[in-house]
């Protein structure tokens, strides 16, 4: 404590370097009589004293383990005043913001793990649900390809989200789909007809699992899809010439929307 005695006192500067207060905190404790100066100046400055610091460490040492003025006021001027359950139900609420803030905390890591890998699972978990064809370095791979990019971003965003069950049904849907796409070219469903236009709107339903897919977008990834060995061995793999079909059906469902696929880019 400052050296001073009642006669002295010390200016609202000198107590609030001294507690490590603001002026306007100290200001605003005097204006509502929780912790008003004993003494002032000539000129009316206000001077605090040897019983005023220590009123106000008490302030301080309550205000820091969280309780509100009217309950610092209650603990310093009510006799009543059940200072042990006050302080037990500060603690209790201190705990809930502990745990929220914990969680909060979880899933800001979720939030970082997806940005760096996408989906959150296990390399068993990968193989278990996108089958054992699946390279769990592909991830890594698209984030290096793809990284700065909005659509992975939402990528990650929505990845952050789900378990092994939320993607478990998205493999199902992709699975679901390629079969659909197999039985429709078996069909001879011709590029531009009513079904084919409706397994294109599937795809992109499908794909927003991953990122919204506009039509222009779509176009891109039907010509990926024939041009990429990977992917077309993928879908050649379904049935043979079925990447380069799945590029006509997009194209011709593209140009009905007044989109010319040669022209079509990622946007």
């Given at each position: 404590?400052?050296?001073?005695?009642?006669?002295?006192?010390?200016?609202?500067?000198?107590?609030?370097?001294?507690?490590?207060?603001?002026?306007?905190?100290?200001?605003?404790?005097?204006?509502?009589?929780?912790?008003?100066?004993?003494?002032?100046?000539?000129?009316?400055?206000?001077?605090?004293?040897?019983?005023?610091?220590?009123?106000?460490?008490?302030?301080?040492?309550?205000?820091?383990?969280?309780?509100?003025?009217?309950?610092?006021?209650?603990?310093?001027?009510?006799?009543?005043?059940?200072?042990?359950?006050?302080?037990?139900?500060?603690?209790?609420?201190?705990?809930?913001?502990?745990?929220?803030?914990?969680?909060?905390?979880?899933?800001?890591?979720?939030?970082?793990?997806?940005?760096?890998?996408?989906?959150?699972?296990?390399?068993?978990?990968?193989?278990?649900?996108?089958?054992?064809?699946?390279?769990?370095?592909?991830?890594?791979?698209?984030?290096?390809?793809?990284?700065?990019?909005?659509?992975?971003?939402?990528?990650?965003?929505?990845?952050?989200?789900?378990?092994?069950?939320?993607?478990?049904?998205?493999?199902?849907?992709?699975?679901?789909?390629?079969?659909?796409?197999?039985?429709?070219?078996?069909?001879?469903?011709?590029?531009?007809?009513?079904?084919?236009?409706?397994?294109?709107?599937?795809?992109?339903?499908?794909?927003?699992?991953?990122?919204p897919l506009t039509r222009e977008m779509q176009v891109c990834l039907g010509r990926m899809y024939e041009a990429d060995p990977g992917?077309?061995?993928?879908?050649?793999?379904?049935?043979?010439?079925?990447?380069?079909?799945?590029?006509?059906?997009?194209?011709?469902?593209?140009?009905?929307?007044?989109?010319?696929?040669?022209?079509?880019?990622?946007?």
């Amino acid at each position: 404590m400052p050296d001073t005695t009642d006669a002295d006192g010390l200016t609202v500067g000198q107590v609030s370097a001294y507690l490590g207060v603001t002026v306007r905190a100290l200001h605003h404790w005097d204006e509502i009589g929780l912790a008003r100066p004993s003494l002032r100046t000539a000129a009316g400055y206000r001077l605090y004293t040897r019983g005023d610091l220590e009123r106000l460490h008490r302030i301080v040492a309550y205000r820091e383990v969280g309780l509100g003025l009217d309950g610092i006021r209650a603990v310093l001027d009510d006799t009543t005043a059940d200072v042990t359950g006050a302080l037990r139900a500060q603690r209790t609420q201190v705990a809930e913001r502990i745990d929220r803030l914990q969680r909060l905390m979880s899933g800001v890591d979720r939030m970082i793990d997806a940005h760096e890998r996408g989906p959150l699972l296990t390399v068993e978990q990968q193989a278990a649900i996108f089958g054992h064809a699946w390279n769990p370095d592909w991830p890594a791979e698209a984030r290096q390809r793809y990284g700065d990019t909005t659509q992975w971003r939402r990528y990650a965003e929505l990845s952050a989200s789900r378990g092994p069950e939320e993607w478990q049904a998205v493999a199902e849907a992709v699975a679901g789909l390629d079969r659909a796409l197999g039985e429709a070219m078996d069909a001879d469903v011709a590029p531009g007809s009513p079904e084919a236009d409706r397994l294109v709107e599937r795809h992109r339903e499908v794909f927003a699992s991953y990122f919204p897919l506009t039509r222009e977008m779509q176009v891109c990834l039907g010509r990926m899809y024939e041009a990429d060995p990977g992917f077309a061995a993928h879908y050649d793999g379904i049935r043979p010439g079925l990447a380069t079909w799945f590029r006509r059906i997009t194209d011709a469902s593209a140009r009905a929307h007044g989109i010319d696929p040669d022209t079509a880019t990622w946007r």
